[in-house]
Each structure stands twice: as structure tokens, then as C-alpha cells.
């Protein structure tokens, strides 16, 4: 009797604890679709990131962990990509200025792949200056202008 | 052991379940901070640290004190502790862990805490706060464990646990000396930035500490088997007097240096505790019931009719761990804000919510010692293991017999000592029987000489001159030869 | 020029959210922070060679500031530093959040304030902020190395790493240090924040970095920038530098000198360049009145 219950136990708590992961399995994944059709992407010759697209999905979290220790504690404020084209390390004004659509590129991958990162507790201020009914109407303006420029 | 905790009478279970309510009411307005942020407390730009760090501090302190029974105990072989000793190792445990949770929910970002070990600063006070607490909460587990455990098996501790407590008692000093740092290296905090504040610490902690330990060993009395002896109850209670009169005068020190010297930087926190500033005076109740309390407490310490009698040495007790609360829990930090950088005075106004945070950390903390405490006693008392009770009852026979044993053996002992003592006295008996006649017989033989000498000399009065005195000398030789002749006689005689 | 002018001219996203930003914000400069294709132009032309050994520091004309119209003007000043960093507009005193204010005389200078003191110096606003001291309480107390001092002097905050412990609050004796007690976003005013600039979180500390970031751009903190020459920047240990310049020619105090922890932010009394200040002369360079800096002032 103590040994069966102790059995059923331990299969019951498997059971339970390996239900997340046989759901996974079970369910079909939808295909991940990311928005790149931002004004700055559009406006690029080539549509390229500064590294490899490769690389920076599987280590873009890596790339931004040393390049804010390297701005905020060393004061080196520049990259040197691969292909030698230098860049200005900074989350909002490199990133952000061509994936000026964080939900629908940045969130959408990482709540796509279950991680919460805690980048938009502070940046991505734009996104919080366009709330402002205002600035929405200027950034209308400016977004006006970048696509009249292509034109 | 562990399951000791499970067996209990209903009153146990119902004070586990109202410490429940009360830990998951703290949570609840933990995570109410945890979403709103360090909004729901009383602290400001300017008070900067509230009653949470308050709290850590005084509960380091209480922590501490364990060396006060430790000391006597280990290095001075105090015997009257050895059973109190593990309860004072529990309590220091549990007022760790009460320090620690004020430290967590004080933190603004307690998701990074970790940051405190991954980027390790040895320039920072906080960081070898978090060392010397943290060895002292794991030595401290240890010692209580693996003692209780030996008690439960019926041996002694392994030799590297005695090692451990000597270890634990430096450690336990550490601990309050490095919260004292925390708060006297700000130049900019007069109020804080004095030498005697670990001093202060110390003392306080050794007053509140054995007092909250001699009131909780009184509770457990009433409620369990659990006795304390009234040798032990008498010198703690000294320690509890010794520790708030050196904390008195520490403070007097304090308020000397302050006010005779009369720099304002020094003596406008003082004031705004003593007597309140410019209005502000939301400490001064505090400072005064303090004040109040401990002297209380003191009298009945100082005088031993009183301090020997029950009732009145828990009102002093209960006097002097509330002062030292006051003191330490409330005014100190606070009043260190005083006045902030620009001679401001800012007022400290607790939020509710800050207030059952800090009574959930309390109940975990008490929650933690009653279970430490069942488990203690419930090994003491022996009721939950048979075959712990038949090992300790083997251990007692063989005891038995063995004392059986050592008893006829000293019986054995006592009977040939008794019979060479008499064979002894015999011995001395005939000698002294011996001597005597020896003596009777010497003087006879004197007396016959003497009288022989006498015809002698009456005889030769006249020619023959033959010396008296020679007579009785050879008589006198005569005399030891028959009683040394005699001896054995009597000897033989005696065996 | 307002934000759209200026997007006609450049694309970039920084440029344009920052003219915008300062545009909304007091309308009275703009700032002349590189654009990221001036980054690449300029300082890409030579591989990064570490922060050089100085000591920053500030030189503060209150005399000219209260020239210039005291409490007001200042004010003005402190927008402009509050705005570009987004610091949150808190009304409650007690949790409000400045990284740089005004205090009386009495207040700042309350170990040497004297009792009978001339009007003037009495009247003035005094700006304080972190005084990026030459050795920091704050730099020793903190745990985790989230503040600490730069090779160039500056008294530096990582946000990414403050647990939000707050010892460096009770260590700092000039009281520069601000907590978030709340989310600091809701009370970041959205008309006049700075787009291209982060916020903080929740339960971290933060103060006045001065401008690092513009520092390591060759351009200068943002209330020098918007002080009209009031406020001097540079590096202290150069006895050529412009502040070393200033400081020789005028009477200077510092905020709780005796603690030892060296501060580098000075108090200039100069009536004299305030009256001809006043009096709308050019005083050229030596002031540090630079005219591109206030570009667009109209």
C-alpha cells in the first residue's frame, strides 16, 4: 500500500511537471512573421542588420549586454561591425532607429519565444514621447517626410 | 527530526496557523510593493532609509547576542547553559533570517540582490554585511542541528562542532560591528558617524537579545515540559543588567560629547529625539518611553529580591526589549536623517502597508522558531522516536549496571580498608602495650639496681668506692633490651 | 527651426526627436548633440583609446545667473536637464525626483553661511547637484559598483545594476541623489521629454552624470549648454583649461568642503562681469559664453 502510493506519487508529479513541455510538442507552432517594413529599413540600399542576421538572433542579447558595459562603464561608445562599418553603440539610437517598431519586431519575437526582458523598463523612450497627442502628430509629419524623401 | 514539527497539540497548530495568516498577509503586501514600488513606505528623498533597516538592525543585534550564553558556556565551561544553548543558537537563526527579509523587501530592485555577489566590492560595508550574515546564519544552523541531533542519538557533539561554536562567537561580534559600519563611515550623518555606535550596538544587543531569549524560554515553560533552570535564569538576567547599564552610558556619552562641545551638527539630532526640533517632534515619544522603560528595567535588575522573583523579572525583561527597540528599531536610523543636506528636517510617516510587510517578516520569523523550537524540545522531551527512547533507556541500564558494579567494587574496597585499619590500630595498641611494660620493667630493674647500689654503697661506704651512677646506667642499657625483646612478643601476640 | 524644418534636412531619427524634444521643451536652444552620422564622421575617424585620466568639474557664476534673472533663469536651466534626461515631474516634496535644483544660501552653504550676510549673496538661487567628488562616499558604499568614478572624474551610474539599495543616498552629504520610489514613466511629462533618451526604472537611484554621454561626444553637459555662459565645464586638473581660467579670476566657494570628499562643482561671486553681463556686453570666450552652443535661441 505505502509503496504503491509512493509510486503513483512520484508518476502523478512527473506527469504534472512534463505537461508543459508534451503541450509544446503536441501543439502546432505557428510560423514567426517579424514587421522590417519600418521607414529607415525601407530607405536602406541594402536591407541588412550590422552583424549577420544569423548572429544577431542568436546572440543580439550578448552584443547589447557588452555594448552597455562598454558605454555606461568604459565610456567606448563605438562598434566596429564585421565588415568594418562603424557604429554608435546605443539601444536607441541605433537599434531603435531602424526597428522603430519594437512591438512589432522586438516583443513580438520575445514573447514568441516565452523571455521578458527588461529593456523597455527604460528605453525606447520614443515609444513613450509618441503617447503625447502632440508628438503623435509630429512624428506623423516626420513620417510623411521620410516617405516623401524616398519618393 | 524534521518531522518532530508535525506532532503537536491544537494550541501549537493554532499558532502556527495564525502565523500563517499573518506571514500571508505580509506577502500580500509585499507583492502590493513589489508592483507600486517604495511609494508604500515612509521613506522619502531626505529619509532615505525607514524602518525596514531599522528593523535589520536591531534583529542583527538579537541575532548577536547568542554569545552572551555561548561565552560562558564554551569558554568558561558555565554548565547552567548547556541546556539553554541550543535555544539561543534557534533564536539567532531566526532573527538572521528577520534581518535578511527586512534587507530583501527594502531593496528597490530585489530581482538584482544577486548583483551583490556577482560584482563583489570588498570597499563596501554591505557586502561584508552580507558575508559575516550569511556565515553566521549557516554556522549557526549547523551548531543547532548537529547538536540536537547528537542529543537525540544520546553522544556529544563531534569535536568540529565544538571548534564551529567557538568559531560562531568572533562571528557573532562581526555581525553587529559591521552594521554599526554600515552607519558610522557617513561623514555626512553626524548622528551616525561616531566611533561608539558598535559600542552602543553591542551593548543594546546584549540587553535585548537574553532578554527576548529568557521571555520566549518562559512562555515555552508555561506551554511545555521545557525548564530553565532559576541558577541559569538569575545570571542571564545579570548579563540582561550589565549590557543596558553599559548601553546607558554609552548613549550618555553620546549626549556629553554632544552637547558639551555643542557643535550643532552633533546635538541637532539629539535634540530632535530629546526634545523635538523647530516642531518636529514625532520621536520624542519614543526617546522618552525608551527612557522611561529601560531605568525601569534596571531597577528591578539591580536589586536582587526582585530580579529573583518571577513576575517582576518579566516586567523588567519585557521593559528593557522594548527600549532597546525604541532605541535601535525606530530612532537611531531615523533620526540620523536629521537634519538632511540643506538643514532641513524631514519627518518619517510609516504607510501600512510598509507596516505589515515588516509584521509578516516578524511572523516568518517567529514561524522558523517555533519550529526550531518543537524540534529542540520535542528531542529533549523523547517522545516521538521508540527507538530513540529504547536507545536512551539502554544507555540508562547500561548505566545502571554499571554503577551496580563500581558500588560493590567500592564496598570490596571499603571492607579491606576497614580491616587494615583495625589491624593497624591493633598493631599500636600492642606497641604502646609493649612500651609500657618495657617502661615497668626498666624501672624495676632501676629500682633493683638502685637498691643494689644502695647495699653496695652501704656496704663500701667505708672502703669500697664503687659509683652509684655507673649501676644505673648499666640498668638503664638493661632496660631497652627487654622491651626490644618484649616487641615481637606482643606483636605476635596482637596478630 | 522647428522639428520639422529640421526633418526636412536630416532623416535620422535622433536628430529629429532631439530638436523636437528641445523644441517643446523651453524653446529657448537647441541642442547640437551628434547626430549618429556626425558620430561616424567624427569621432569613428580614430579607434576608441579608453577615458583619459581628469578631473571634471563645473564652475558656477550665481552672480550671473541672478543677472540674468535668478530663480526664473535657472529654472529654465533645470528644465532643460530635466527634460533631455526625462527625469519625472514628482510634486510630492518627498518623493520628488531632481538631478539638479535650487537651495538658498542658508541651505547650501549651512557650515559657512554667515549670520549677517550682504543681501545680494543672500538673495541668490544657488543650483546643486552631484558634486562628482574627487574621492565619493557614494562610489565606497555602493555594493555592487553600479555608481563609480570614471577615469575622467565623473561620478558615474549604472542603472542596469542598482538593486536600489540606497546606501549611496545615506552616504552622499549633499543630498544629490534621487530614488523612484514609483514607475517613473506616468510622471515623465510627454510633450517636452527627450525621445532619443532613456528612462529609469522603478526602485533604482539615480542623479546628474554630467552629460557623459555628450562628454564622450566632444560636446558639453546640457546646463552648460543652456546657462548662457553661467555655468563654466572642464577638466580642473589642467591649469590651461577654460574652468582653471575662471576660477583664477574670481572669488569661489565650494558646498561642505571640511568632509573631505572633494567637490568639484564651484560657486563663483563675480558682480562685476554680472553687471556688464546685464548689461548685454559680449564678454567672448573667457566666461565660457560660446555662441554655437546656443544656436537656435530665438
Not at chain 1, 562598434?79 to 532607429?97: H, R
Not at chain 1, 520614443?126 to 506623423?140: C, I
Not at chain 2, 551638527?265 to 526640533?277: D, K, R, S
Not at chain 3, 558604499?141 to 545615506?170: A, N
Request: proline share 4%; hydrophobic share 45%; net charge negative.
Amino acid at each position: 500500500m505505502k509503496k504503491t502510493g509512493i509510486i503513483a506519487f512520484v508518476v502523478i508529479f512527473c506527469a504534472l511537471a512534463l505537461l508543459p513541455f508534451a503541450a509544446n510538442a503536441i501543439s502546432p507552432k505557428a510560423p514567426l512573421e517579424l514587421d522590417y517594413n519600418t521607414p529607415a529599413i525601407k530607405s536602406l540600399e541594402e536591407h541588412k542588420c550590422i552583424e549577420s542576421t544569423e548572429f544577431m538572433r542568436s546572440s543580439h542579447m550578448q552584443l547589447l549586454d557588452s555594448w552597455r558595459n562598454d558605454v555606461v562603464r568604459n565610456g567606448d561608445i563605438v562598434y566596429t561591425a564585421t565588415d568594418g562599418t562603424k557604429y554608435e553603440k546605443s539601444l536607441d539610437d541605433s537599434c531603435l532607429t531602424c526597428h522603430s517598431n519594437p512591438e512589432e519586431f522586438c516583443d513580438k519575437c520575445h514573447s514568441y519565444e516565452g523571455v521578458n526582458p527588461y529593456c523597455w523598463d527604460c528605453h525606447d523612450s520614443f515609444g513613450l514621447w509618441r503617447q503625447n497627442e502632440s508628438n503623435e502628430a509630429l512624428y506623423q509629419d516626420f513620417l510623411a517626410s521620410v516617405e516623401g524623401g524616398q519618393e | 527530526m524534521l518531522e518532530k514539527v508535525f506532532k503537536g497539540s491544537k494550541l501549537y497548530y493554532g499558532w502556527l496557523l495564525a502565523l500563517l495568516v499573518l506571514i500571508g498577509a505580509g506577502v500580500l503586501a509585499y507583492i502590493n510593493q513589489l508592483v507600486n514600488g517604495l511609494q508604500l513606505t515612509g521613506m522619502s528623498q531626505d529619509v532615505n532609509w525607514g524602518l525596514y533597516i531599522a528593523q535589520f538592525t536591531f534583529f542583527v543585534g538579537v541575532a548577536a547576542s547568542g554569545v552572551m550564553v555561548a561565552i560562558p558556556l564554551y569558554l568558561h565551561d558555565y554548565k547552567e547553559y548547556g541546556p539553554v544553548i541550543i535555544f539561543g543558537e534557534f533564536m539567532a537563526v531566526a532573527a538572521v533570517l528577520v534581518a535578511l527579509l527586512n534587507v530583501v523587501v527594502d531593496v528597490g530592485y530585489p530581482a538584482r540582490l544577486f548583483n551583490v555577489v556577482l560584482y563583489p566590492t570588498p570597499h563596501s560595508i554591505l557586502f561584508w554585511d552580507m558575508v559575516v550574515l550569511s556565515s553566521y546564519l549557516l554556522v549557526n544552523i549547523i551548531i543547532g542541528w548537529t547538536s540536537i541531533a547528537a542529543e537525540r542519538k544520546g553522544t556529544k557533539p563531534a569535536h568540529w562542532v565544538h571548534v564551529l561554536a567557538i568559531i560562531a562567537i568572533p562571528l557573532a561580534i562581526s555581525i553587529h560591528t559591521v552594521t554599526a559600519f554600515i552607519y558610522c563611515g557617513n561623514v555626512g550623518r553626524p548622528f551616525w558617524a561616531s566611533a561608539i555606535v558598535a559600542c552602543r550596538f553591542l551593548a543594546s544587543a546584549f540587553a535585548a537579545g537574553p532578554a527576548l531569549l529568557l521571555l520566549i524560554s518562559f512562555i515555552m515553560g508555561k506551554f511545555t515540559d521545557y525548564k530553565i533552570s532559576d541558577k541559569a535564569v538569575d545570571t542571564i538576567a545579570k548579563t540582561v543588567a550589565y549590557a543596558i547599564l553599559a548601553n546607558v552610558f554609552f548613549f550618555l556619552l553620546e549626549v556629553f560629547t554632544a552637547f558639551y562641545g555643542n557643535s550643532p551638527h552633533h546635538t541637532e539630532p539629539l535634540a530632535y529625539i530629546l526634545f523635538g526640533v523647530h516642531g518636529h517632534n514625532q520621536l520624542v515619544p519614543f526617546m522618552w518611553a525608551a527612557a522611561v522603560l529601560i531605568v525601569i528595567g534596571i531597577v528591578i535588575l539591580l536589586v536582587k529580591k526582585w530580579r529573583q522573583t518571577r513576575g517582576l523579572l518579566i516586567i523588567a525583561l519585557l521593559c528593557i526589549f522594548l527600549g532597546c527597540w525604541m532605541d535601535k528599531g525606530i530612532n537611531f536610523v531615523l533620526a540620523g536623517f536629521v537634519p538632511n543636506s540643506f538643514g532641513e528636517i524631514i519627518d518619517y510617516v510609516p504607510h501600512p502597508n510598509e507596516i505589515m510587510v515588516i509584521v509578516g517578516t516578524f511572523a516568518i520569523g517567529a514561524f522558523v522558531l517555533t519550529l526550531l523550537f518543537k524540534v529542540a524540545l520535542a528531542v529533549r522531551e523523547g517522545i516521538a522516536q521508540p527507538a530513540a527512547v529504547a536507545f536512551s533507556e539502554a544507555t540508562r541500564a547500561a548505566a545502571e549496571n554499571q554503577k551496580a558494579a563500581e558500588m560493590e567494587e567500592a564496598v570490596e574496597a571499603a571492607k579491606a580498608e576497614k580491616a587494615a585499619r583495625e589491624a593497624e590500630e591493633a598493631r599500636i595498641a600492642a606497641e604502646e602495650e609493649a612500651r609500657r611494660k618495657a617502661e615497668e620493667e626498666a624501672a624495676k630493674a632501676a629500682e633493683e639496681a638502685a637498691k643494689a647500689a644502695e647495699e653496695a654503697a652501704a656496704a663500701a661506704e667505708e672502703a669500697a668506692e664503687a659509683p652509684a651512677t655507673e649501676v644505673a646506667e648499666a640498668a638503664e642499657e638493661a632496660a631497652p633490651e627487654a622491651a626490644e625483646e618484649a616487641a615481637p612478643a606482643a606483636e605476635e601476640a596482637a596478630e | 527651426m522647428t522639428a520639422q524644418q529640421h526633418s526636412e534636412r536630416s532623416l535620422t531619427r535622433r536628430n529629429f526627436v532631439k530638436a523636437g524634444a528641445v523644441a517643446c521643451a523651453t524653446g529657448l536652444f537647441a541642442l547640437n548633440g551628434c547626430t549618429l552620422e556626425e558620430v561616424k564622421n567624427s569621432q569613428l575617424a580614430s579607434e576608441f583609446q579608453g577615458i583619459e585620466n581628469k578631473q571634471y568639474g563645473l564652475a558656477i557664476n550665481v552672480s550671473m545667473l541672478d543677472a540674468l534673472g535668478g530663480q526664473e533663469f535657472i529654472d529654465t536651466i533645470i528644465a532643460a536637464c530635466h527634460n533631455y534626461h526625462n527625469v519625472p515631474k514628482i510634486d510630492d516634496p518627498k518623493k520628488s525626483m531632481d538631478w539638479i535644483w535650487t537651495q538658498s544660501y542658508e541651505e547650501a552653504f549651512s557650515d559657512i553661511a554667515s549670520t549677517y550676510v550682504d543681501e545680494k549673496t543672500a538673495s541668490y538661487a544657488y543650483p546643486v547637484m552631484c558634486n562628482h567628488c574627487t574621492d565619493p562616499q557614494c562610489v565606497r558604499v555602493c555594493p555592487t559598483q553600479t555608481t563609480f568614478k570614471r577615469p575622467d572624474g565623473i561620478v558615474m551610474m549604472d542603472y542596469h545594476r542598482c538593486i536600489g539599495c540606497r546606501f549611496c543616498m545615506s552616504a552622499c552629504p549633499y543630498g544629490a541623489r534621487s530614488f523612484n520610489f514609483m514607475d517613473p514613466r506616468p510622471y515623465v511629462e510627454k510633450e517636452s521629454m527627450n525621445p532619443g533618451y532613456p528612462t529609469r526604472s522603478k526602485g533604482v537611484v539615480e542623479k546628474c552624470t554630467l552629460c557623459y554621454e555628450l562628454i564622450d561626444q566632444g560636446s558639453v553637459p546640457v546646463c552648460v549648454q543652456a546657462a548662457y555662459g553661467c555655468i563654466t565645464f572642464g577638466d580642473l586638473t589642467d591649469e590651461n583649461s577654460e574652468i582653471r581660467q575662471v576660477l583664477s579670476q574670481a572669488f569661489s566657494i565650494r558646498r561642505r568642503v571640511e568632509l573631505g570628499t572633494g567637490p568639484n562643482v564651484y560657486y563663483i561671486f563675480d558682480e562685476e562681469t554680472a553687471s556688464l553681463y546685464a548689461n548685454g556686453l559680449n564678454l567672448g570666450g573667457a566666461h565660457g559664453f560660446e555662441g554655437d552652443l546656443l544656436e537656435g535661441g530665438e
